[in-house]
Nanobody, 123 residues
């Protein structure tokens, strides 16, 4: 499966963005999908993940209550709705798919990665 992340941009603190992760090659419904982010000079960190059916979601404490992950399997797309954005949310955001197994927060357990999309939150 190939993944294409999009929807990043520049937004003021308190604003919102919706990221999209479009899959091609295979149906995204076969995969658990996660969003990760990497800020300059920092390691890649987990943000959110969703199960194949969409029935299970998990979030990093830093984004819980502000970000919502969802999926539209008919459109072969997974979304990350980001509200109440903070300057510390500034990072390159990546989506990733796990070929087998449940949701996980560990980046090493994901098999496929999209290119990143830049999110910049100004204060």
């Amino acid at each position: 499966v190939q993944l294409q992340a999009s929807g990043g941009g520049l937004v003021q603190a308190g604003g919102s963005l919706r990221l999209s992760c479009a899959a091609s090659g295979r149906t995204v419904s076969s995969y658990a999908v996660g969003w990760f982010r990497q800020a300059p000079g920092k390691e890649r960190e987990f943000a959110a993940t969703i199960s194949q059916s969409g029935g299970t979601t998990r979030y990093a404490d830093s984004v819980k209550g502000r970000f919502t992950i969802s999926r539209a399997n008919a459109q072969n797309t997974v979304y990350l709705q980001m509200n109440s954005l903070k300057p510390e949310d500034t990072a390159v955001y990546y989506c990733a798919a796990r070929g087998d197994g449940p949701t996980t927060k560990s980046a090493t357990e994901y098999d496929y990665w999209g290119q990143g999309t830049q999110v910049t939150v100004s204060s």
